[in-house]
């Protein structure tokens, strides 16, 4: 299932605390790892959220598919006018 990772960064001398969600499958459906198997993206503290990296198989377009339906869960789930 979906790994969490909370690495620290130390950049330009700033330490910044990284949330890294990585799933074993990625594709839609029921099938593990399955958006559907995700926890409610309104629980992942979007709203404190800089910056997303979603990344997929090119050679499947079922993980692509996947990636384009986190991507619009994402986006319904940010506040008012954040990017």
Do not use: N
């Amino acid at each position: 299932g979906p790994r969490l990772s909370r690495p620290a960064v130390l950049l330009d001398g700033a330490v910044y605390d990284l949330s890294i969600r990585d799933g074993d499958v990625a594709g839609p459906g029921p099938s593990p790892g399955g958006l559907e198997e995700w926890p409610d993206p309104k629980d992942w503290s979007l709203q404190d959220t800089d910056a997303f990296v979603l990344v997929y198989d090119i050679c499947s377009p079922d993980s692509f598919d996947y990636v384009k339906a986190l991507r619009q869960r994402i986006a319904e789930t940010r506040p008012a006018g954040a990017p």
